[in-house]
């Protein structure tokens, strides 16, 4: 069938089944894992929400793996994984700031 030109409609994108899900996440939480620990950061395009929720899962079993905190943060384009602040003993996390 012949569009317009610019009028291309969008691609569809199937979504992936329960098994595909989890290979999915199994298969990615040792990448993702590996790039923490030599960069800091896992940066990957993540344009559909089940893409994030797939990486979100990802980056809590790698924070688990690790065990250390790790976050995610999705824009709608891409989802970054990173490692989160970690406490010391006794902090209570606000920062006071004097003149």
Do not use: C, W
């Not at 691609?11 to 993702?32: I, Y």
């Not at 990802?58 to 790790?70: F, I, N, S, T, W």
């Amino acid at each position: 069938m012949n569009h317009p030109l610019g009028t291309q409609p969008a691609p569809r994108r199937t979504p992936l089944s329960a098994d595909e899900k989890a290979r999915a996440e199994a298969g990615f939480v040792p990448l993702v894992a590996e790039h923490l620990a030599a960069s800091g950061r896992f940066r990957v395009s993540a344009d559909t929400p089940e893409m994030v929720e797939l990486f979100q899962r990802v980056a809590r079993r790698v924070g688990d793996m690790l065990q250390r905190p790790v976050v995610s943060y999705a824009n709608g384009r891409y989802i970054v994984i990173t490692f989160g602040q970690e406490e010391a003993p006794g902090l209570t996390g606000q920062v006071a700031f004097s003149d």
